[in-house]
């Protein structure tokens, strides 16, 4: 049984830095991709960033793109999501996605956590 949980939310000043972490627990973390998703009220869920196994390949959304850094560290089973110079837009609920074939699409991956609340003000 595969867990995902993340934690770091809350309020973030625009244009400040947060980060998110998300814990994992049940299997072999290294061996497959991770991602973030995020879900504003009344929007679908939306892609943020993904990660390989071993780090070597990330990819972004638009909306986050240079702005969203993703990250992993393996030795602790984490990976991170670091939010630089966000914006009111970036509020939403962000989910931990892992396992299955990783990538942009939420169906695309097996394991998924219980969501926090990142809150955006200016």
């Known amino acids: 049984q595969v867990q995902l949980v993340e934690s770091g939310g809350g309020l973030v000043q625009a244009g400040g830095s947060g980060r998110l972490s998300c814990a994992t627990s049940g299997r072999t973390f290294s061996t497959f991709a991770m991602g973030w998703f995020r879900q504003a009220p009344g929007k679908e869920r939306e892609f943020v960033a993904s990660?390989?196994?071993?780090?070597?390949?990330?990819a972004y959304g638009d909306s986050v793109k240079g702005r969203f850094t993703i990250s992993r560290e393996n030795a602790k089973n984490t990976v991170y999501l670091q939010m630089n110079s966000p914006k009111p837009e970036d509020t939403a609920v962000y989910y931990c996605?892992?396992?299955?074939?990783?990538?942009?699409?939420?169906?695309?991956?097996?394991?998924w956590g219980q969501g926090t609340q990142v809150t955006v003000y200016s």
């Open positions: 996605a892992g396992g299955g074939m990783g990538g942009s699409w939420a169906d695309e991956y097996d394991y």
């Open positions: 990660i390989s196994g071993r780090g070597g390949l990330t």
